[in-house]
């Protein structure tokens, strides 16, 4: 079975970074797009960024400039590098990728990190 798993989250300052991590594994045959989002404490759930099989991405508004996507597809990888935390980025990180398993493609969630940013 496919599974998804962030880590890199934490307790970083305002101004700060940390980089997230998302690894697959499992009986994948091929990952097309990933993504991370995130949901803060009474929001909902809100696309951050995304990246596609060969490479293009995109951006919330909120993040652009300071967030970066990128992906190792020799490790079934995805990353995200966020810079100049404010502490409007607290959240609880979750990665998303649509995946192949088997005969069926689907969305595969990971359990989410929490990321807060506070002095």
């Known amino acids: 079975q496919v599974q998804l798993v962030e880590s890199g989250g934490g307790l970083v300052q305002p101004g700060g970074s940390l980089r997230l991590s998302c690894a697959a594994s499992g009986s994948i045959f091929k990952i097309n797009d990933m993504g991370w989002y995130r949901q803060a404490p009474g929001k909902q759930r809100e696309l951050v960024a995304v990246i596609t099989s060969g490479g293009s991405t995109n951006y919330a508004d909120s993040v652009k400039g300071r967030f970066t996507i990128s992906r190792d597809n020799a490790k079934n990888t995805v990353y995200l590098q966020m810079n100049s935390l404010k502490p409007e980025d607290t959240a609880v990180y979750y990665c998303?990728?649509?995946?192949?398993?088997?005969?069926?493609?689907?969305?595969?969630w990971g359990q989410g990190t929490q990321v807060t940013v506070s002095s």
């Open positions: 998303k990728g649509s995946i192949g398993s088997i005969m069926v493609v689907r969305d595969y």
